[in-house]
């Protein structure tokens, strides 16, 4: 079988599975493409089916009467949905830059064996691994000492780290750099912050691409913070509108004896099924989009060239 | 330059107080009190920081529950902020929680002491932050200050928002008073010869629907319900003491005011049998204990209505006719009275200007209006004056059952004009409860209301949609709220009730 | 066996290396304090600073699970203000009649989670770089992250419109062979698998990232060296890939398990719509804790939370001495 990607060496094209397995495989990943494609593919039919024919007819995985009734809503709440998409990249973007280099050279540092506060850095990573002070005081920090509130950094900061990223990245430091190179470039005179740009960055892309993927992630599907800290709506979130528009539904919904003869005319407001289902389509399309360009590192048998020998 | 120091200084009293913390988990609890006064005199730098230039006019922070806020809205904001800078000297800034956050985003503020001037509360949060020390009390200001006000809204009504004899919040005077209506879409009527006159009781309802179901076939449901609302009005001869577990409740017309486990009285056990019966026979839903969205057109349902209501359901539900009729009420008691509050926070400092605000909410059409529907020319066309007005766009946030009173409001276009003398009248007509006025207070029976509510929360949706048997469940469920401190609930329950009134 | 022993010998020098490397560390933490550290401590000087701000400041807060809070002015003033009132606001923890089903829930369902969310990653890891078409390989990844950005809202409504009784894929295609609907939500017995699915299913394309890197990152060396030994692609896999994945199937263990107590709000609560009938399968400490919270004081939402990290970190420290007493360089402390 002839791939794209051109002529592998002679060593890799013997070191290869046999093509019986290789069918096998394909076919167990099939499968589980499918599997998680079709839930999407439901999401999109519901999207562009009309309210009536869920309704009368249930839901379905093509749309049995096709309406653009949703698409219409999203376009005229083009510009909210643009500016949320706006947020979300922005905070995302400069989020997982500032988290790669926070989580990065913190794993670093505490993957020196040598170094004197590794103990002490190890249980500062730790302890709030297990122990938070809790939403009202970590909100009271966050809002009122450091001012974040109803700014973008209140979205950004607060996750910029996690010590479950800087764990990863303190494994795979330890476990794929030999401490003969970063002994020898000490021995050469070079400081830490020149070895860890110049030897330990350039040779951990995968490290680089995991951590930058998990945070980018992270970012992208957060509502949490948004809900918290933003007051004014125009800094929302993709994921945080969507989020909002799903749940007022349902809190409309739990509370309607405390609304009294107000309840009918408000949920007749409320967004349909359909434009929600639009809105997440909004969510996972750009994403689509943009993880091939992460992916890239793990997939293409890039390899660690300084290692070797 | 000074709000950063103060900044820095408070999270060194942040700082001190973790110490602090550490070593009061570490030694005796008594070693944390002295180390812990140099800690407050940095915080109340910190909190002076808060004030604002004097002399100018006072922009109010209103806290306030609604949905997606749209572009204009800071330009409705701003008119409205023209209208009342130059008739009271108050300008206003509307905080929206969405509907869906409002649970998680009120309580954080409210519990880290984040500024605020007025916000909107409800029964299901209400006493517990009077209780906390969160608003202010108004019982004197708001009669000194604004007598209008305190002029306008019925006393029964007042007497809904009172904590301890105190008044807490400002209600807003709408529908306060509970009617239920049961409805039918008028086809139905006519096919099946339905006679509503003679339609009292749940019961009586067994028949009508059992025709719709046998006429219309197999996966028609005549009674389709939903699993937060259940049949709803189902408790409303109990009065919940605004704690918000049925299982406990005082019924309405009860002279001695007791306290009873209603899921065992006989009249709620028979309606659960029939509700039972009827999800058995497929006249409700298979799938009402989950479902969440309601149909939008339903053959029969139950709602809190007022005379010409069916107006506006016609429309938003595509239903030619409906035809309804009063099953229940109109009663007062502490929970209809407390469905929608402004309270004013404790540490304001403008509380007589908010509630010089709130005064002209209720009294002043013009502002009652824009707050309502938002922009005037573009959320909103005056019809005729400030009385009846058109709407031209479905963006506005906030809603109108949370502002102020429906009375100086104006009637949308389309509902009749009457609109709002008919809930006047519905409320004039209103009994009270005998238990009206009473709200339980919960401050020492946190667990047994934290547990009691989960247990509840296991069995409700099946029970109230009708697709468990009552027979079998309900000695269920009561053992097990009693094993959750149910007993202790209605001893505390009973104790306070006789207190208050005595 | 004794075609694949050049390579493993490689790999067992070069873990010698470092065992020794370790230990000769060790001896040197005692000599003094050196530029190299001083660099280093600058190097983590920002990130530190970040973790005091972001997470230690805040833990002041852990006291108010102690406290009947009232509000007395500010956030601080709240905090110092309110009475201590020893354990009262942990007792509604231990009053619920639920507790046991609640926590064979939660242990259950993360001890499945746990096993399942490694091996079928490290697995699937291994099996994607198999496969002779890189390009299929990517394709296929690309659709298993898919499920990771659908909210567990959104997540709920899929599953509604599969699973409605009148409206769902599933029961139309049931009644369209002639079966009966089934009312999916009321029926207890298909939902842990439901559940166990659904986990999978969503954290699938996630879960494999972290291991497709470390398999990237290994040297080529040692396979080349083991194919020239004749070694068949198995004995690569079992005796190469496995053992330099060791380090980090073990740390993403220890990571879990430091989780056990706590799961997923969103796949407990929104996916099963908080069916009663469910109640049994379904609660698990969070959603029930979240039930009883609905009402209740702050104090109570940070007591149930001290007691679910303490908890969380007991079982953390557990796993890391288990795994130090095996092996340990694998521990994470």
Redesign the interface.
């Known amino acids: 079988m002839k791939t794209g990607a051109g002529y592998e060496t002679g060593l890799d094209k013997f070191n290869r599975i046999g093509a019986v397995t290789n069918w096998g495989f394909h076919l167990i990943f099939i499968l589980l493409a499918l599997l998680c494609l079709i839930p999407v593919l439901v999401v999109l039919s519901i999207s562009l089916t009309g ?1 009536e024919s869920i ?1 009368n007819d249930g839901y379905s995985l093509f749309p049995k009467a096709f309406s653009g009734e949703a698409y219409q809503y999203i376009a005229q709440q083009g ?2 949905i643009t500016r949320a998409l706006g947020v979300s990249v922005l905070v995302t973007a400069l989020g997982t830059v500032l988290g790669v280099v926070l989580t990065t050279s913190m794993g670093y540092v505490l993957s020196r064996p040598n170094y004197k506060l590794k103990g002490l850095l190890t249980w500062i990573v730790f302890i709030p691994m297990v122990f938070n002070g809790g ?2 005081s970590s ?3 966050n ?5 974040l509130k109803d700014t973008v950094w209140a979205l950004i900061l607060p996750l910029a780290v996690s010590s479950f990223n800087v764990i990863i990245c303190k494994t795979f430091f330890r476990s794929t750099i030999p401490d003969a190179l970063i002994e020898s470039a000490e021995i050469d005179g070079a400081g830490q912050l020149r070895i860890y740009c110049s030897i330990v960055l350039p040779i951990s892309l995968p490290v680089l691409a995991t951590i930058g993927l998990f945070l980018c992630f992270a970012y992208w599907n957060d509502w949490f913070q948004s ?2 800290y933003i ?1 004014n ?2 800094l929302y979130s993709l994921q945080a ?1 969507l ?28 967004p349909k ?1 359909s434009a929600r289902m639009a809105v997440a389509i909004v969510i996972v399309v750009p994403v689509a989009i943009a993880y091939p360009f992460f992916q890239k590192y793990f997939i293409s048998g890039l390899t660690i060239g300084a290692v070797k020998g | 330059m000074t709000k950063t120091k103060k ?1 820095w200084l ?2 060194g ?3 001190a ?2 110490t ?2 550490l070593a ?2 570490g030694n005796s ?1 008594s070693k944390s009190e002295p180390s ?1 006064s140099p ?2 005199a ?3 730098t ?2 002076a920081s808060q004030s604002a230039g004097s002399g100018e006019v006072p922009t109010l922070v209103w806290w306030t529950i609604g ?5 204009n809205f800071d330009k409705a904001i701003a008119a409205m902020n023209e209208y009342t800078a130059e008739k009271i000297g108050v300008k206003i800034d509307i ?2 929680a ?8 009120i ?2 503020i ?5 500024p605020f001037d007025i916000m909107f509360t ?4 209400y006493s ?1 932050q009077v209780n ?3 608003f202010a009390d108004l019982t004197d200001l708001v009669q000194s200050e604004t007598p209008d006000l305190y002029d306008f809204i019925p006393q029964k009504v007042w007497d809904g928002t009172k904590i301890g004899g105190k008044i807490y919040s400002v209600p807003t005077y ?2 306060s008073s ?1 009617t239920q209506y049961w409805v039918f879409d008028d086809k139905y009527i006519q096919k099946y010869g339905i006679d509503t006159s003679s339609i009292k009781k749940l019961q009586d309802l067994d028949k009508p629907l059992r025709d719709m179901k046998a006429g219309e076939g197999k ?1 028609f449901y005549p009674l389709s319900l ?4 259940g049949f ?1 009005g189902f408790f409303n001869g109990y009065d919940d003491m605004t704690l ?1 577990l049925p299982p406990i409740g005082v019924k309405v017309d009860d002279a001695s005011r007791k306290a009873v486990s209603v899921l065992e009285q006989p009249d709620v056990m028979n309606d659960l049998k029939q509700l039972h019966q009827w999800y058995k026979d497929g006249i409700i ?3 009402a ?2 479902k ?5 057109a339903r053959p029969f349902f139950a ?4 005379p010409g ?1 069916e107006a ?2 016609q429309i ?1 539900s595509g239903v030619e006719k409906y035809t309804m009729f009063q099953i229940f009420g109109p009663i007062y008691t502490t ?2 009275i ?3 509050l402004n309270a004013i926070s ?2 304001s400092k403008y509380k007589n200007e908010a509630l010089k605000y709130l005064q002209l909410v209720n009294t002043d059409s013009k502002l009652r209006n824009m707050l309502a529907f938002g922009q005037l020319g573009v959320d909103y066309n005056n019809v005729d004056g400030e009385k009846v007005i058109e709407r031209t766009s ?1 963006t506005w946030p906030l ?3 949370t502002q102020g009173t429906f009375f100086n409001l104006a009637v949308t276009k389309g509902a009749p004009v009457d609109q709002w003398d008919q ?1 006047r009248k519905l409320n004039d007509q209103a009994t009270s409860s005998t238990n009206l006025g009473f709200a339980l207070d ?1 401050s020492e029976l ?2 047994e ?3 009691t ?3 509840w ?6 029970l109230l949609t009708g ?2 048997d009552p027979e079998k469940m309900v000695p269920r469920i009561v053992a ?1 709220l009693k ?3 149910l007993d202790k609930l209605m001893t505390a329950a009973q104790e306070q009730i006789d207190t208050y009134f005595k | 066996m004794q075609n694949d022993g050049s390579a493993y010998k490689k790999m067992r020098q070069m873990q010698g290396v470092a065992n020794m490397d370790t230990k000769s560390g060790r001896k040197r933490l005692r000599t003094r304090w050196r530029t190299q550290d001083t660099e280093l401590t600058l190097l983590a000087l920002p990130t530190t600073v970040w973790y005091i701000l972001f997470c ?2 805040p ?2 807060g ?2 108010i699970a102690f406290k009947d ?13 309110s009475e ?1 009132t020893g354990f009262k ?1 942990f ?2 923890l231990f ?4 507790a046991w089903v609640v926590i064979r829930n939660t242990l259950g369902y993360n001890m499945i989670f746990i096993v399942l969310g490694i091996a079928i990653p490290v697995i699937l890891a291994l099996m994607i770089g198999q496969l002779h078409s890189g390009k299929a390989g990517k394709i296929y990844q690309t659709m298993m992250f898919l499920p990771y950005f659908l909210s567990w809202v959104v997540v709920s409504a899929i599953v509604w419109s599969f699973l ?3 409206k769902g894929i599933v029961n139309q295609f049931l009644t369209g062979l002639g079966a009966d609907p089934v ?1 999916w ?2 029926e207890p017995k298909y939902w842990p698998y439901f559940l166990i699915f659904m986990n999978v299913w969503k954290g699938l394309g996630y879960g494999m990232v972290v291991y497709l890197a470390t398999i990237t990152g290994i040297d080529s060396t040692y396979y080349e060296a083991a194919v020239i030994d004749g070694a068949s692609k198995w004995q690569q896999a079992r005796f190469i890939t496995l053992p330099l994945m060791k380090l980090v199937i073990v740390m993403m263990f220890i990571l879990a398990v430091g989780r056990i107590f706590y799961t997923d709000f969103g796949l407990f609560f929104q996916v099963p ?5 469910l ?1 049994t399968v379904a609660t698990t400490i969070d959603v ?1 804790v979240y ?8 104090g ?1 939402a940070s007591a149930s939370a001290f007691v679910q990290s303490v908890m969380g970190c007991l079982t953390i420290l557990l796993a890391n001495w288990v795994v130090r007493r095996v092996d340990p360089d694998s521990a994470m402390m």
Request: glycine share 8%; with cysteine; net charge negative.
């Open positions: 309210e309704r510009q909210m939403l009202v909100y009271y920090i809002s009122n000492m450091l001012g809900m918290l007051d709506q125009n509108l989020n909002s528009l799903m749940s007022n539904v349902d809190a409309l919904a739990r509370n309607a004896s405390s609304m009294g003869i107000s309840y009918a005319e408000l949920v007749a407001t409320m099924e | 900044k408070a999270m009293a942040a700082a107080l973790l602090t913390a009061g988990c609890n812990s800690s407050s940095g915080t109340q910190a909190e949905g997606q806020v749209p572009a905080k929206v969405n509907w869906g956050d409002w649970d998680t985003k309580n954080t409210v519990n880290t002491g984040e409800n029964n299901s949060k517990q906390m020390g969160a709408k529908d509970l996966s939903t699993q937060g609302d709803n918000g839903n298979p799938d204990p989950t969440t969205e309601a149909e939008r709602a809190q209505a007022f209501a506006s359901w938003t929970s209809t407390q469905g929608s404790a540490n479905d809603a109108a059952y809930v919960i946190g667990t209301v934290a547990n509510k989960a247990v929360d296991k069995y409700r949706y099946e697709a468990s097990e094993a959750a401190g | 230690f400041l833990m002041f852990l006291v809070f009232k509000i007395h002015g500010g956030f601080l003033s709240n905090v110092i203000h201590w606001n007792e509604f009053k619920s009649n639920d409605s009784f009148d009312n939500y009321m719509r908080d069916s009663n009938s109640f029930l039930k009883q919270l609905k009402t209740a004081t702050v109570m």
